[in-house]
């Protein structure tokens, strides 16, 4: 048995949300957290012609999505929800819509000339990494974007009024970026600084946008400024970031505990400026892949208007700071798309040819479903090491039924809480009324009694000393 903290403010603790009384632990979806770089996954692209185009071909169908939507939503009430990763043509409303698809794949292949640009991209001798991606899709962006609004606009679905799409790249100049690419990735150092490369011209690119709209006037814009930078600028970033999140992993809640309670920087950021608590738990070690376990409840559904909970051992992980999550292939980990819409949008073409893919998959199904998992705790328990100081102990729940939202709970016994820290400014009230809550609590099981301590700083050293009540 060992001891983890976890650090929380009064607000959630007793005064709003009742957390100690309801003895829940609250769980977060990483968009919640306050690492932006919470479950960032070190994603690579590399594939035949045929996962190439269906790529672009899911771009170009959320692209579509995407000024369908703008189109629908009035000014005020717009948000950049329009990327739907998990589309595919045949989830497309209606026939008309579907052919509106087809007329944009028409126009973006054939008649503005990109047909060869999937084959450009097999010919790369290193995969595309996130920001190379994203640069590239940059490049296309307008001609695809241009191929978009004047379907729509043929078909009556946007305004006249909407802006043109000017200062396209031309297919020949994509092929020849493509090929400085491909020449650099045959030189190791200068391979290694393509990703650093990208990630500055990008940012350099949204600001260009942006400063032709202030020389402009936002209020000269036909189009209102937040469907305009949303659509004309930051849709590729967008993109890449929404496949990535939303087509390779469940989603998945994390619970954070620290090692110790003694790091006053920890009170400040998770505990309300040292005003709240750290409650101590009792934690069973573990000798296999876990760092050790938790046991809770997890509401699995109700009886009536009463909630049903399962018991769950919960694995702990220790957080690395040491190292990346592994690299893995886009294109071999869609685990999130049912079978029939895998094949159909990305393993194979509206002709019927499959992706070599398909059979490396299924030669060692297995294999696949454990790289995966693999994957995916290295990529839920892995952080920069500027979060170091942290010393985190994390509890990872998937959620396989894509149900739970971004919140999540669980109820732990009464048993498994060894104390309660107060930090140094905890008023007098709020300590009172969590010793208040714990010892009517223990009266009423059979549990020990919890103990109370006091965060002090005797002038040298941040320590806890107990509170004999």
Not at 145 to 155: D, F, G, I, N, P
Request: hydrophobic letters at 35%; proline letters at 5%.
């Amino acid at each position: 048995m060992t001891i983890i903290y976890r650090f929380r403010s009064m607000d959630y603790l007793i005064h709003n949300y009742n957390e100690l009384e309801e003895q829940e632990l609250a769980l977060s979806s990483p968009r919640n957290l306050n690492d932006p770089l919470e479950g960032y996954q070190d994603v690579v692209w590399e594939g035949d012609e045929i996962l190439w185009e269906n790529l672009i071909r899911n771009y170009l169908l959320n692209l579509l999505w995407a000024a369908n939507t703008c189109a629908l939503y009035d000014d005020d009430n717009f948000e950049q929800i329009a990327i739907r990763p998990d589309l595919t043509p045949d989830d497309l409303p209606t026939d008309e819509y579907r052919h509106l698809f087809d007329s944009v794949c028409q126009s973006f292949f054939e008649e503005r000339g990109f047909r060869t640009i999937p084959s450009s991209l097999v010919s790369l001798p290193e995969p595309l990494r996130r920001k190379n991606l994203q640069l590239v899709l940059s490049l296309v962006h307008r001609s695809a974007l241009a191929s978009v609004l004047e379907t729509l606009r043929t078909a009556e679905i946007i305004p006249e009024t909407w802006p043109e799409v000017r200062n396209s790249v031309e297919p020949h100049s994509i092929k020849e970026i493509l090929n400085g690419i491909s020449t650099a990735m045959t030189d190791d150092a200068v391979s290694e600084r393509l990703e650093t490369m990208a990630s500055h011209v990008l940012p350099f690119q949204s600001h260009t946008f942006l400063r032709s709209i202030l020389q402009n006037g936002v209020e000269n814009l036909e189009l209102h400024h937040k469907k305009s930078i949303f659509l004309f600028d930051s849709f590729p970033s967008r993109y890449v970031t929404e496949i990535c999140d939303s087509l390779i992993h469940t989603d998945w809640h994390s619970l954070s505990f620290a090692k110790d309670c003694t790091n006053p920087s920890m009170w400040a950021a998770y505990a309300n400026e040292h005003q709240g608590a750290a409650l101590m738990f009792h934690v069973d070690r573990q000798s296999d892949e876990s760092w050790g376990v938790l046991n809770v409840k997890e509401r699995t559904g109700s009886q009536g208007s009463e909630p049903t909970y399962e018991q769950i051992q919960a694995p702990l992980y220790p957080v690395n700071y040491e190292s990346p999550p592994p690299q893995m292939n886009f294109f071999r980990f869609l685990s999130r798309l049912p079978l029939p819409k895998l094949m159909s949008a990305w393993y194979s073409t509206p002709n019927g040819d499959t992706s070599s893919i398909v059979d490396e998959i299924l030669e060692d199904e297995e294999s696949w479903r454990e790289d995966l998992w693999d994957h995916f705790y290295s990529m839920a328990r892995t952080k920069l090491g500027q979060w170091k100081h942290e010393e985190e102990i994390r509890m990872v729940l998937p959620d396989l039924l894509d149900s739970e939202g971004s919140l999540r709970k669980v109820k732990y016994d009464l048993s498994q809480l060894a104390g309660v820290v107060f930090g140094l400014r905890t008023s007098l009230e709020d300590r009172f009324e969590v010793m208040r809550i714990l010892t009517e609590s223990s009266q009423e099981g059979d549990s020990t009694p919890v103990e109370f301590y006091q965060m002090v700083f005797d002038g040298t050293s941040f320590r806890k000393v107990k509170i004999h009540v």
